[in-house]
């Protein structure tokens, strides 16, 4: 994307009309144009928390998300800012701003509820912003990620349960950032000094206990845990004089308190140096299309009432992709063909190796970038457009052949055929005459090169046609007996019998070339496809060893803490996800196109 189309200032993605979630056009027209991969870094919390404002300070600009100095909550849905990011010049970054959670003007959480699981399934580095410490207030506050497993599915299949379903979330939910703003405490623990990062995992911990106190204690903190694979915490000071606070995005640095100042820039170098690349599972890199893609995605399961689906989300985004995928394999085919053939070919294996070595390098580009081609039907697809076209480069080379050929003839014999007309061979001897003349034009013809695979056809077609016109000059010829004609005759049938039986080994040589080719054809696909399956099955082994260690720390975590039950439970989870691992690496791959 280049650096004049980034934005001036942000737009919103996705509207919160009365309640209900649009898309906003512009802002998808605005990310299609992203070819870059993106780095997605959302945030949310309650309102008038002063989000906007260290969204601002990650665009580089001191004004942009509407800050909003009264009490109402400013911005409303989901907006965006794409901007060019300060560390990496090969991504972007999109920055997304929420509207305020828990808005007492709403009267409906429903909506936060969305907007809250909107901004982890689009982003990749999830801010929550709150003020003061964590305490039970901010943890209630929190209720939002607890209710996560009744918003989101990783899998759309039916007979997955919500605890299956959501064990699967850490592997594609994003990197968790708590900032705690306005935060007075001194760091301590037992007289130590400690980081915000321990702050914030000892702010984690659970209480013992079974009674419903308890569980309610414990649910956002393990829901924190678990789905969150990556947490990091920031304190922030005050940033000015209350009386000032109204007017922030106007204020000069020197008029913020210093260390407010360094938070904020602690905190924005950690983002652009630490958040990572917006991915969904199977390691695909999510762009601007993309994520324009599951945006629309997500919004059409919550409007018709759906719950947004990542492995939906992901097969819709496949489809969109394999197919571009084989036009772009077919493109390259026919734009390297129109450079490499020149029609007609000497032999048609000539032509059929400058198909296979374009066919390979089509079959790449599809490789390359296609993902998820559930029972390879794209690839079937461009299997069978590849087939399509090579066939009718195998027409126009013949058609090709052909029309040059009786074009030669038309020019070597048409002299002849005007003696014929003239009957210079309608006379004794004229016969042996003839023959002598069509021997040395035949000789001509052939001496002549390029003209294809059709040459021996053509010239047989040609010279059947003319079979009656010989044949009235060697029955009128005197100087012949009856005898001579007869064996003659004979002798002309004999020789068009044996062309005729060469034309038909020739056809059975090409048609054995042609399965020969389709075998090699078939070969190459399943070679390609083979080697993409393994990669893929890698990648999957990858991203399951990463939840794995994830989760057996975590599960580590539970047991000294005492906390048994929690961890029997996700001792179930960590044997699924070993189970997975079987499936994926067990046997070769079987292919069948």
Known sequence: MASETYMPGPV?????????????????????????????????????????????????????????????????????????????????LVLMDTEGLGDVEKGDNQNDSW?????????????????????????????????????????????????????????????????LRDFSLVLEIDGESISPDAYLENSLKLMQGTSEKAKNYNLPRLCIRKFFPKKKCFVFDRPAQRKKLARLETLHEDELDPEFVEQAAEFCSYIFSSSRTKTLPGGIQVNGPRLETLVQTYIAAITSGDLPCMENAVLALAQIENSAAVQKALAHYEQQMGQKVQLPTDTLQELLDLH?????????????????????????????????????????????????????????????????????????GGYRLLLQKVQDLKKKYHEKPK???????????????????????????????????????????????????????????KTQEMLEQNEKSYQEHIRQLTTKMEQDRAQMNREHQATLALKLQEQEKLLKEGFENESRKLHQEINDIKHKMENTSGGGVCVIL
Request: aromatic share 8%; hydrophobic share 35%; charged share 25%.
């Open 12 to 92: 919103c993605l996705i509207e919160n009309v009365k309640g209900q979630l649009k898309v906003n056009q512009e802002a998808l027209g605005i990310l299609s144009a992203i070819s870059q991969p993106v780095v997605v870094v959302a945030i949310v919390g309650l309102y008038r928390t002063g989000k906007s404002y260290l969204m601002n300070k990650l665009a580089g600009k001191k004004k942009g998300f509407s800050l909003g100095a009264t009490v109402q909550s400013h911005t409303k849905g989901i907006w965006m800012w794409c901007v060019p990011h300060p560390k990496d010049s090969k991504r972007t």
């Open 115 to 179: 907007i809250f699981a909107l901004a982890i399934l689009l982003s990749s580095t999830f801010v929550y912003n709150s003020m003061g410490t964590i305490n039970q207030q901010a943890m209630d506050q929190l209720h939002y990620v607890t209710e996560l497993t009744d918003r989101i599915r990783a899998k759309s299949s039916p007979n997955t349960n919500e605890v299956q379903d959501s064990a699967d979330f850490v592997s594609f939910f994003p990197d968790f950032v708590w900032t």
């Open 356 to 428: 296979r070595a374009c066919e390979r390098e089509a079959i790449e580009i599809f490789m390359k970038h296609s993902f998820k081609d559930v029972e390879h039907v794209f690839q079937k697809k461009l299997k069978a457009q590849l087939e399509k076209k090579r066939d009718n480069f195998c027409e126009r080379n013949k058609k090709a052949s052909s029309d040059l050929c009786s074009a030669l003839l038309q020019e070597i014999f048409s002299p002849l055929e005007e003696e014929v007309k003239q009957g210079i061979y309608s006379k004794p």
């Open 451 to 509: 003209k294809g695979i059709q040459a021996n056809e053509v010239l047989q077609k040609y010279m059947e046609s003319k079979e009656d016109m010989t044949n009235a000059i060697l029955q009128t010829d005197q100087t012949l007996t009856e005898k001579e004609k007869e064996i003659e005759v004979q002798r002309v049938k004999a020789e068009s019998a044996e062309a005729a039986t060469k034309m038909m080994e020739e056809m059975q040589r």
